[in-house]
């Protein structure tokens, strides 16, 4: 497994500001996820974070809204941009070790847009 | 298209008797799939996985079982425990043509309530 952190746990935000949400890995990993979980739902995912190239982003999501980095693997940061609130969600980040294994989840952030 | 969902949203259950939480998937492709428990305010945490070439895996209190013939996943938990209680979601993916796995497809989750 690896150890998963997430910067801020929690944030309140006014809507049209835009949140940069951190994820921290104690190991390389290959593979680092982005998902959206909205209150009482399930997880979906908003993109894959590909080292040093652009992030793959599942059908619904765009660049513009959910920009991500992954400067290096152990780290990514996804930025939710001109927050409404119907953005209010956890956002959780995921590892995959080594692309064969099951992922492993940070804590998540839990996002309120007012 | 396709999507993994549960057949019970809400179990209740005594302390100290055996929880069965059940998923049924639609993709026959899927090789590759996970159960994950989720409390309050947490991530997330992986409890036990399973790949197609196998029907039952167990660890620690809990066993998975797989019906490929009716695409079927269940998770049972034995002498299930207050700290039990949480929301579980099945998962499931496919591997990729170059062997990686594919995307997780999580399915609705059911909250298991624990009785003392």
């Known amino acids: 497994s690896a150890v998963i952190s997430q910067k801020p746990s929690r944030d309140i935000c006014q809507r049209g500001t835009s949140l940069t949400i951190q994820c921290q890995v104690d190991?390389?990993?290959?593979?680092m996820f982005w998902y959206r979980q909205q209150p009482g739902q399930s997880l979906t995912l908003i993109a894959t974070?590909?080292?040093?190239?652009?992030?793959?982003?599942e059908s619904g999501f765009v660049i513009d809204k959910f920009p991500i980095s992954r400067p290096n693997l152990t780290f990514s940061t996804l930025t939710v941009s001109n927050m409404s609130p119907e953005d209010s969600s956890i956002y959780l980040c995921?590892?995959?070790?080594?692309?064969?294994?099951?992922?492993?989840f940070g804590p998540g952030t839990r996002l309120l847009v007012l | 298209g396709e999507s993994v969902g549960l057949h019970l949203p809400t179990l209740s259950v005594q302390e100290g008797d055996n929880s069965i939480i059940n998923c049924a998937y639609s993709n026959s492709a899927s090789d590759y799939f996970i159960w994950y428990k989720q409390e309050s305010g947490k991530g997330p945490q992986f409890i036990i996985d399973i790949r197609s070439n196998m029907d039952k895996r167990q660890g620690q209190r809990v066993t998975v079982l797989l019906n490929k013939t009716v695409k079927h996943l269940s998770l049972q938990i034995a002498a299930t425990q207050p700290g039990d209680s949480a929301v579980y979601f099945c998962a499931e993916s496919v591997m990729n043509y170059g062997g990686s796995q594919g995307n997780l497809i999580f399915g609705k989750g059911t909250k298991l309530s624990v009785k003392p």
């Open positions: 995921s590892v995959d070790k080594t692309a064969q294994e099951t992922q492993y």
């Open positions: 974070a590909n080292q040093g190239s652009e992030a793959t982003y």
């Open positions: 190991s390389q990993v290959t593979m």
